[in-house]
């Protein structure tokens, strides 16, 4: 029989099981000689199938059917009275990590759309459009860059060669990994694509927790720019060389360093951060000959950011005078940013309203894949909050009743606008 869940019929989320299925990803990754470094599970590496293999078998417990696509991305598909993806409701995330990350980041995300799943199977229901549970590959693109790379794949933005053929940080190939973990997989994307798409996600940010607020309705999402610089001047003796007679790479890294952080302090809304940073030959008494490192710059403003980019290259062009190096540039992802469907976002608002929880309409701060899926289909987002905004670390926390709250919102979202065909 087929019921229309959005009219009477509010089955309740299983929180518990919610819970218990985050903690058994969580200690997926951990290496116990160090249980304080977290959780590492690279997209494609040995922890990440690992993680995959645990999510299909839940999947199949549920009776979804599983599709992999090329590009690893796995669906586990709940088919309604209408069966077609392309009137679908999909609830994704990732469950790839960063190193040494904390437990919520992305697995909440798509295990809160398997709550949702369970919930209408326990529940007896059929609903009338189809539900999808997507987990995307390389999100954090900690690995493989660009970041979102499963996602950005899927809704078009690159072609399944030019993906494979990235090349990790430790220079295996992302189709050899793919390959190896057995999820290249053959669903085409574009007869997966659905109509809907939601993310439930921590902040990762500190608004929400510090301003008291239960629910974060996001709006938009800042465009991201990476980018790796190698700088080459040359090694010489560190106690010979008068500094004026210097082509020191590592100082003149250093002055891009310095030169981001103010370029952000000064910008009005850019964040600039160099995360990666590596001299040659790395020796304490030889001047480094090269410098790599990486930026990442983001803003919700694209127009701003545009300018962070232009003003940076143009510092560079002076540094090479400046200091007598080289300087190459390299452009790893840029991503425009976002803006979210607004009629998901008030249907999440009015949802959150009425089971009584504060509410705040945000941008997030962090990349998802819902920024790649906005590009084929209505998408939004749903933030629980984050405890002092710490996320990319092992401590990154939410307390247990608002992880629960936030995927009750997401299971009323999700009953509603499965109901309607
Ligand atoms: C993804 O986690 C990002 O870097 O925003
Ligand atoms: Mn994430
Ligand atoms: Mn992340």
Known sequence: MTVDIADGVRPELDGTALLEQIEVLAGIGVDHSRPEAGRTRLALSDQDRLARDRLVSWMKELELEVRV??????????????????????????????????????????????????????????????????????????????????????????????????????GAALGDELRRIGYAGDADPAALRPAEYLELHVEQGPVLDSEGIDIGVVEDLQGISWKRIVIEGTANHAGTTPISMRHDAGFAAARGIVFLRELARDSGGTRTTVGTVFFSPGAINVIPSRAEFTVDMRDPDEDRLSRGEKGFMDFLDRLEGEEGVNVSVETLARFQPVRFDRGLADAIEAVAKGRGLSTLRMTSGAGHDAQMLARVCRTAMIFVPSREGVSHNPAEFTPSEQLVQGAKVLLDVALQRLGRS
């Open 69 to 170: 696509d090329p590009m690893g991305n796995i669906f586990g598909i709940l088919a309604g009275e209408d069966a077609s993806c392309s009137n679908a409701l999909m609830i994704g995330s990732h469950i790839d990590t960063v190193i040494e990350a904390g437990p919520l980041d992305g697995a909440y995300g798509v295990l809160s759309g398997l709550a949702v799943a369970r919930t209408i199977r326990l529940a007896g229901l059929r609903p009338r459009r189809t539900l999808m549970v997507g987990a995307f590959t390389n999100e954090e693109g900690v690995r493989f860059h660009p970041d979102m790379m499963g996602s950005l794949f899927f809704a078009g933005g690159i072609g399944l060669e030019e993906a494979r053929a990235a090349r990790g940080t430790d």
